[in-house]
């Protein structure tokens, strides 16, 4: 026999609103997308809450903003850097692995993602 409760409903992942989420402990686990979460419903209402990203002087950023590198990166994988002072326009703010939240598309090097920390506001 098993020890599942068919009676008892679980809540949809809040992230990718899977009906397939089970209990873990005091947490709720999503098996689709790997998110995870406490029954409480504040938690649930902070997952909902906007992103803010801020540049690196702690200026709030958005997408089609300009922005200016504050430090010479390293592409990885090439031998080729974005030097201080690149302006980089149009951006596009992402949820990216790594801790990259900016998309965008630099002159001479091509599509690329940033992090915030490394630009300014222009």
């Known amino acids: 026999m098993s020890d599942i409760d068919h009676g008892v409903s679980l809540p949809p992942c809040p992230k990718c609103s899977s ?7 005091g947490l709720f686990v999503c098996p689709e997308c790997a998110h995870e979460w ?3 419903t504040a938690a ?4 909902d809450a906007p992103r803010v990203v801020k540049d690196a002087t702690g200026n709030v950023l958005a997408d089609g903003d300009t922005v200016t590198v504050i430090k010479d990166l390293k592409i990885r994988g090439s031998s ?6 690149t302006k ?3 951006i596009r ?21 940033l992090k915030s920390e490394f630009v300014k506001k222009a």
């Open 80 to 85: 080729s850097v974005v030097k201080v002072g």
């Open 88 to 90: 980089v326009r149009n």
């Open 93 to 113: 703010l992402i949820d990216g692995s790594g801790g990259h939240d900016i998309d965008c598309k630099i002159d001479g090097v091509g599509p690329m993602q």
């Open 44 to 47: 649930v209402a902070e997952d």
């Open 38 to 40: 406490s029954g409480d």
């Open 19 to 25: 009906a397939y989420t089970y209990q873990d402990g």
